[in-house]
């Protein structure tokens, strides 16, 4: 009794040969350019970006809970003077200068700027992602004035407390002159560093914007900086009202 048999080839599967195979798995969809390096989606990067600010921040709070300590506890300890060989309370209040109320005000008016400026480019980033993922041409372009505004302010407080401290040592107050003015330099001096850095990082987006960088890279910077911006502005209106209550 004769039999038959059939025989089939099945064809090897094909993964990305130049235009034959198919084509390899992506990242989450529509992120204006970022989809073709392989990188996440806007949402998703955003969240590890906002992770990363408050791994940041945390140092910096602790940093400052430090100060606050030294401060509260060294305004009640005595310290021995070498020519009566007493205990003696060395802790003279110092009197702030007014300029710290303008610079204040001037700080808090930053803070508005800055939730614009992140509002502004988080818009156009989510326009993007949505038009990207519907195979709708992106333009990178976007203009935030508001960024500009921020940076201007910026840099003008910073100019009012410099201000601020040559008025402390016109009327006589230096860092090393009494513990309360030195803690005086020693608050308001280390903001300042850290409010440096948010600067910076404002004008490194702002330099994004000039390279034509895509609009989701650049409101992740915006975002990120704009909370930071916004940490560093209830600091100091926290620290201004622990030197001017807590004396």
């Not at 020693?186 to 600067?199: D, E, F, I, R, S």
């Given at each position: 009794?004769?039999?038959?048999?059939?025989?089939?080839?099945?064809?090897?599967?094909?993964?990305?040969?130049?235009?034959?195979?198919?084509?390899?798995?992506?990242?989450?969809?529509?992120?204006?350019?970022?989809?073709?390096?392989?990188?996440?989606?806007?949402?998703?990067?955003?969240?590890?970006?906002?992770?990363?600010?408050?791994?940041?921040?945390?140092?910096?709070?602790?940093?400052?809970?430090?100060?606050?300590?030294?401060?509260?506890?060294?305004?009640?300890?005595?310290?021995?003077?070498?020519?009566?060989?007493?205990?003696?309370?060395?802790?003279?209040?110092?009197?702030?200068?007014?300029?710290?109320?303008?610079?204040?005000?001037?700080?808090?008016?930053?803070?508005?700027?800055?939730?614009?400026?992140?509002?502004?480019?988080?818009?156009?980033?989510?326009?993007?992602?949505?038009?990207?993922?519907?195979?709708?041409?992106?333009?990178?372009?976007?203009?935030?004035?508001?960024?500009?505004?921020?940076?201007?302010?910026?840099?003008?407080?910073?100019?009012?407390?410099?201000?601020?401290?040559?008025?402390?040592?016109?009327?006589?107050?230096?860092?090393?002159?009494?513990?309360?003015?030195s803690f005086v330099y020693?608050?308001?001096?280390?903001?300042?560093?850290?409010?440096?850095?948010?600067?910076?990082a404002l004008l490194v987006?702002?330099?994004?914007?000039?390279?034509?960088?895509?609009?989701?890279?650049?409101?992740?910077?915006?975002?990120?900086?704009?909370?930071?911006?916004?940490?560093?502005?209830?600091?100091?209106?926290?620290?201004?009202?622990?030197?001017?209550?807590?004396?």
């Open positions: 009794m004769a039999s038959f048999s059939t025989t089939a080839t099945l064809d090897e599967p094909q993964v990305s040969r130049g235009n034959d195979g198919g084509a390899p798995p992506t990242f989450g969809g529509g992120d204006d350019g970022d989809r073709s390096r392989g990188l996440p989606d806007y949402p998703t990067r955003l969240r590890r970006a906002r992770l990363g600010l408050l791994v940041a921040l945390t140092p910096v709070l602790m940093l400052f809970v430090s100060f606050t300590s030294a401060y509260v506890v060294r305004q009640g300890l005595p310290t021995l003077d070498p020519r009566t060989n007493q205990l003696v309370r060395d802790w003279i209040p110092v009197k702030l200068p007014a300029l710290l109320i303008v610079n204040t005000a001037i700080l808090l008016l930053s803070s508005v700027g800055m939730e614009l400026a992140r509002r502004q480019t988080k818009l156009a980033a989510v326009a993007a992602t949505t038009k990207s993922a519907k195979g709708v041409a992106v333009s990178g372009e976007g203009k935030t004035p508001w960024l500009g505004m921020t940076i201007a302010l910026g840099l003008l407080f910073l100019l009012g407390q410099w201000m601020a401290w040559k008025q402390l040592a016109a009327s006589g107050f230096y860092v090393a002159t009494t513990p309360s003015s020693l608050l308001t001096g280390a903001h300042a560093v850290h409010l440096m850095g948010g600067v910076l987006a702002g330099l994004f914007a000039l390279l034509h960088r895509s609009v989701t890279t650049r409101s992740i910077v915006v975002d990120v900086t704009g909370w930071y911006w916004h940490f560093m502005a209830a600091l100091w209106v926290y620290i201004f009202a622990l030197l001017e209550l807590a004396k």
